[in-house]
């Protein structure tokens, strides 16, 4: 179930793409889109916190063996070898494709392991009452560039992209990066950015109302 925003009367919230106030809708269920560009505005779902700390603090613990222990072992015409995040990177800038591999770093290692890091504290503050406005902004950052569930998802297809002559056996590693790509994968669902505005906008509106009394 979904409902637009469209009334411009009542209690407002502000469309965090194209600015446009809108009023809150009444409907106990369902999901907020903005009519102007149909950016996805909140929901009546409740926040979390306890199971968003969890899940963050699980991807962190997953992310150093997601990036470092082999992915795949492959052994090609007797020579054997192993593939890992962080070989592919430095692989990349030995033959010089120096943006790809810092794209590759930034996606997969560096915005990953930021994006947990902002939600585990942003999720601590605001259990104990806080305003984190800058932790939840680097966790919008994360959302939009943490990108490592692509990286499974190219490994997986060039698994099935070899020859006859290769062997391929999976690393610890891969299972470590699944584990990364679903916990990760649930706590963004847990933790909707606009249920994360709501919470701020009632926090501004205690505080202003304390400050005043």
Same mark, same amino acid.
């Given at each position: ?79 054997? $070898?192993?593939? *890992?995040? +962080?070989?592919?990177?430095?692989? #990349? =800038? ?5 943006? !790809? %591999?810092?794209? @590759? ?57 070899? $020859?006859?002559? *290769?062997? +391929?056996?999976?690393?610890?590693? #891969? =299972? ?5 790509? !679903? %916990?990760?994968? @649930? ?27």
């Amino acid at each position: 179930m979904s409902d637009s925003l469209s009334r411009p009367s009542g209690p407002a919230v502000v469309c965090h793409d194209c600015h446009l106030r809108l009023a809150r809708p009444g409907a106990d269920r369902g999901h907020w889109y903005c009519p102007r560009c149909g950016a996805r505005l909140g929901s009546q779902h409740r926040l979390r916190a306890q199971a968003v700390i969890a899940l963050a603090a699980t991807a962190l613990v997953l992310w150093l063996p997601a990036i470092s222990l082999p992915l795949v072992y492959v052994d090609q015409f007797g020579a054997a $070898g192993s593939v *890992t995040v +962080l070989s592919s990177a430095a692989a #990349l =800038f030995g033959d010089r494709y120096g943006l !790809v %591999a810092a794209v @590759v770093l930034g996606t997969l290692v560096v915005m990953p392991a930021a994006q947990m890091t902002a939600l585990l504290v942003a999720m601590a503050r605001l259990h104990a009452g806080g305003r984190p406005r800058r932790w939840l902004w680097w966790y919008r950052q994360g959302r939009e560039w943490a990108m490592p569930e692509i990286f499974l998802l190219g490994a997986l297809i060039a698994t099935t992209e070899l $020859g006859e002559n *290769t062997s +391929l056996r999976l690393g610890t590693g #891969l =299972f470590f990066l699944l584990g990364l790509v !679903v %916990a990760r994968w @649930v706590a963004e669902g847990l933790a909707d950015p606009a249920v994360l505005d709501r919470i701020l906008e009632q926090r501004d509106a205690e505080a202003g109302d304390a400050a005043r009394l």
